[in-house]
Nanobody, 127 residues
Framework: QVQLAESGGGLVQTGGSLRLSCAAS????????MGWFRQAPGKEREFVAA????????DYLDSVKGRFTVSRVDAKRTFYLQMNSLEPEDTALYSC????????????????????WGQGTQVTVSS
């Protein structure tokens, strides 16, 4: 049974930092590309960041480029989203997702690309 479990969310002031983690089980992690998505109240889910199977390629939502960094440590079966210079507009429920792929270098930015999802972790940025 595939499980993705996010952690690391919380309440932080504007300009602060958080590191989200996504622990994976029930899958061979190095066969999967990973993504982070977020959903704010009353809004649609949006892509935040993605990392390829190899870890060599990443992709980001324009508004988080230079502030967020996605990474993976396959030996720990864990994926990360380092978030710096947080803004109130970053407030949302953040979820990680996994996609089985034969491509080591591809990243995926559409929610429909992903089969497995975590429950999410809440990030709240106060002004």
């Amino acid at each position: 049974q595939v499980q993705l479990a996010e952690s690391g969310g919380g309440l932080v002031q504007t300009g602060g930092s958080l590191r989200l983690s996504c622990a994976a089980s029930g899958l061979t992690v190095n066969n999967y590309a990973m993504g982070w998505f977020r959903q704010a109240p009353g809004k649609e889910r949006e892509f935040v960041a993605a990392i390829s199977r190899s870890g060599d390629n990443t992709d980001y939502l324009d508004s988080v480029k230079g502030r967020f960094t996605v990474s993976r440590v396959d030996a720990k079966r864990t994926f990360y989203l380092q978030m710096n210079s947080l803004e109130p507009e970053d407030t949302a429920l953040y979820s990680c997702a996994a996609r089985l792929t034969i491509s080591r270098g591809s990243t995926y930015s559409t929610s429909g690309d992903y089969k497995y999802w975590g429950q999410g972790t809440q990030v709240t940025v106060s002004s």
